[in-house]
């Protein structure tokens, strides 16, 4: 059985992720958006995810642990 792989975005106008889970941001955002992941194999479904912060590349973005 081959493993089912599904990405989402929390806010897609400003972080989109595609089906291979890179992710691009589409515009500035001082808010976080959430890009969550989920497995289904052999009846098992594991889900993670990360906080990413769409920035204009001049200053740090603030990472959450």
């Not at 959430?34 to 603030?62: H, P, Q, R, S, W």
Request: aromatic share 10%; glycine share 8%.
């Amino acid at each position: 059985e081959q493993p089912v792989i599904y990405w989402a975005s929390s806010d897609e106008s400003i972080a989109t992720v595609d089906e291979m889970g890179y992710v691009k941001g589409v515009k500035t955002s001082e808010k976080p958006v959430t890009i969550t992941v989920e497995l289904e194999y052999l009846g098992e479904t594991f889900t993670d995810e990360c906080i990413v912060y769409v920035n204009d590349g001049k200053t740090a973005g603030e990472v959450a642990q």
